[in-house]
């Protein structure tokens, strides 16, 4: 046994060393020497994601490029915002995917737009694209005024319970309840439902064990596939494979029609034809528009529209508890506006909260959920002036972490300041990638930008938060989260307005 063990480890080391460490040197490129079978990546174990995503930006400073290797894979990290640029954007034909493996035979979310790539991926967003239209996307921000009452609820008993307030807990709720009726119609009060099917499916979403599964789908996909992985857990799948199942049977027995995506996907089914075409000429599939991919889309969008959105709030939340003054001046804009019309904020006033808008896009600076951007090269790409061409199969990893704290693109990157943010400031193109640039943007990023000013105006019009003993200053975020999250929660005392001195 010791024979076969010695014998695997020195076949696995000479693989490594003739091929590995020599990949960026033989293409002039400067590089990170890699160790056996973790590459550049065994550090993350010992850092955590979010630390380790922004120490790969401090390597080679003033190269807008260098290499790296993913575990056993070569793979280039940028720096540089206008090659970025290039890559999201104007040359986005060579670098389509996510790089991201899952089996769409296999997984009943398999063919969600986040893993699918080329023709196949141009097609789906182009059907999913016209559910989050600007008339749309208003009619889902109807949704979260009767959210906020029941968060509000939520909030008033702990004040009187003298107790600080999870604010995760609160915004998780009010995002997974707004998302669910945007989804799937159904209409959910997960503060007092606290065993919810679509909280439980939620909180599953998003363990650490999901970060496992992607990793392991981005190295080695056979390995996935030996392990019978999929994007989800099997209850979470079937979970969610149940609920549209019957939201559907039930709509067409009883004719139902509702206004939300359920409905929209139902009507591409009904209109669908099978043109007996399996694949394009990229080798990529030609959707097909049945209840199953209906599930694995309505599973990215559940996922996408609940957690982002809720600890960019989170951890607004945490910096107008540390910022008083600056609670007090998003307050006043709120305020204003509330005067003004004599009502409560509603969708037609959130263009007029630019200074509250102007800080969500700095807690999105300082706290991006998302801490790394990873494209994978779909065809032989030469990099504009110079002679590297990045080979079909490559990696290539930006850091929004690191760029969006680096002083170079903001000046003291570690104040929180809305005005970098405000009319007539200049943020340099390629430096500010929350939900990403160029057509793989964000597909629900006006949804979030609306839900979070709505949510956020409503707070901050009806309490005061401040830090307590149990919030963490500086904020500690969880080791591997796969998005950036507080590792304790954020605890913060609040307090209604009307008894505030």
């Known amino acids: 046994m010791w024979f076969t063990i010695s014998l695997l480890g020195i076949v696995t080391f000479l693989f490594w060393y003739f091929s590995a460490p020599f990949y960026w040197r033989k293409r002039n490129v400067p590089y990170l020497k890699p160790f056996p079978i973790f590459g550049n990546f065994f550090s993350m174990f010992t850092k955590g994601l979010i630390d380790f995503n922004a120490s790969l930006y401090t390597n080679f400073p003033g190269k807008p490029f260098y290499g790296l290797h993913f575990y056993t894979r070569p793979a280039l990290f940028v720096k540089d915002p206008e090659l970025i640029q290039k890559i999201l954007i104007t040359d986005f034909e060579y670098f389509t995917s996510h790089g991201m493996y899952s089996n769409q035979d296999r997984d009943p979310a398999g063919g969600n737009l986040f893993h ?3 023709q196949e991926w141009k097609e789906m967003r182009g059907k999913l694209s016209q559910y989050f239209t600007p008339g749309k996307v208003k009619a889902m921000l109807t949704y979260v005024d ?21 604010m995760k807990y609160v915004l998780m709720n009010i995002t997974t309840d707004v998302i669910t009726q945007a989804i799937f119609g159904v209409e959910t009060d997960t503060f007092k439902n606290k065993d919810s099917i679509f909280s439980e499916v939620a909180e599953q979403m998003f363990k650490v064990k999901l970060t496992s599964r992607t990793f392991v789908s981005i190295i080695s996909p056979k390995l996935y596939d030996l392990l019978k ?21 039930y709509r067409r027995k009883e004719n139902v029609q509702m206004q939300d995506y359920l409905q929209g996907m139902m009507e591409l089914m009904d209109n669908y034809t099978d043109s007996g075409q399996k694949y394009f000429p990229d080798r990529t599939r030609v959707p097909r528009y049945d209840l199953k991919t209906l599930v694995c889309q309505a599973i990215l969008l559940f996922a996408a529209g609940i957690e982002t959105s809720a600890l960019t709030m989170t951890f607004f939340f945490y910096e107008m508890a540390t910022h008083p003054e600056l609670q007090q ?36 600076r300082m706290h991006s959920p998302l801490s790394i951007i990873n494209r994978e090269c779909t065809k032989n790409y030469k990099i504009p002036g110079s002679d590297l061409e990045i080979e079909k199969g490559t990696f290539v990893f ?25 009319n007539g400031s200049k943020i340099k193109n390629g430096t500010f990638l929350p939900f990403g640039i160029g057509p793989r943007t964000c597909l629900g990023m ?56």
Request: glycine residues 4%; proline residues 6%; aromatic residues 8%.
């Open 116 to 118: 699918i790539y080329g």
């Open 398 to 422: 930006m850091s929004a972490v690191g760029i969006h704290m680096d002083p170079k693109y903001y000046p003291e990157p570690n104040v929180f300041r809305p005005e970098r943010f405000m």
């Open 329 to 364: 001046k998003c307050r006043e804009e709120v305020n204003k506006i509330t005067k003004e019309t004599g009502q409560d904020i509603n969708v037609s006033d959130l263009s007029k909260l630019v200074y509250l808008g102007a800080a969500l896009q700095e807690t999105l």
């Open 146 to 166: 009767k959210s906020l009452q029941k968060a509000m609820e939520h909030i008033d008993n702990n004040i009187a319970a003298n107790e600080p307030v999870e």
């Open 229 to 249: 992985l999929c994007v989800l857990d099997d209850k979470s799948n079937a979970t969610v494979v149940d609920i549209v199942r019957q939201t559907v049977e």
């Open 446 to 501: 006006s949804l979030a930008y609306g839900e979070m000013k709505m949510v956020t105006a409503k707070f901050l019009q009806n309490y005061e938060f401040t830090v307590c003993s149990k919030t963490d200053v500086p904020i500690k975020p969880g080791k591997y989260n796969f998005l950036k999250t507080p590792a304790n929660g954020m605890w913060l005392k609040v307090r209604p307005l009307k008894n505030v001195n």
